[in-house]
């Protein structure tokens, strides 16, 4: 069975870090590119963040760039989300997700549309 599951989410004052991580079961984690991607209350989902196979390639929204760091540890089946200088705009569920029919696919695409398999996600609420 196929699973992804975030924890380390919580509640933290603006300029504070979180720690998110992405624990996958049911499939080989080296053979997939994985997203984190994050949906405030009332707003679409945003693609926060992309990692390729190796971890050689890693993206940012342009909201996260140098606050953000995403890293794999395959051996772990893990993936982590480093949040930090973390404002009031970060606040949202954020929830990792892979395009589970492409196990052949090493790097990470411009459009994350095929990113549907994902866990249920960890709250993330930046506040004073």
């Known amino acids: 069975q196929v699973q992804l599951v975030e924890s380390g989410g919580g509640l933290v004052q603006p300029g504070g870090s979180l720690k998110l991580s992405c624990t996958i079961s049911?499939?080989?984690?080296?053979?997939?590119?994985i997203a984190w991607l994050r949906q405030a209350p009332g707003k679409g989902r945003e693609e926060v963040s992309c990692i390729s196979t190796d971890g050689s390639q890693t993206d940012y929204s342009d909201s996260v760039k140098g606050r953000f760091t995403i890293i794999r540890d395959n051996a772990k089946n893990t993936v982590y989300l480093q949040m930090n200088t973390l404002s009031p705009e970060d606040t949202a569920d954020y929830y990792c997700?892979?395009?589970?029919?492409?196990?052949?696919?090493?790097?990470?695409?411009?459009?994350?549309?095929?990113?549907?398999?994902r866990g249920r996600g960890t709250q993330v609420t930046v506040a004073s």
């Open positions: 997700a892979t395009d589970i029919w492409r196990p052949d696919r090493s790097s990470c695409p411009n459009n994350l549309d095929g990113f549907r398999t």
């Open positions: 049911g499939f080989t984690l080296a053979y997939y590119a």
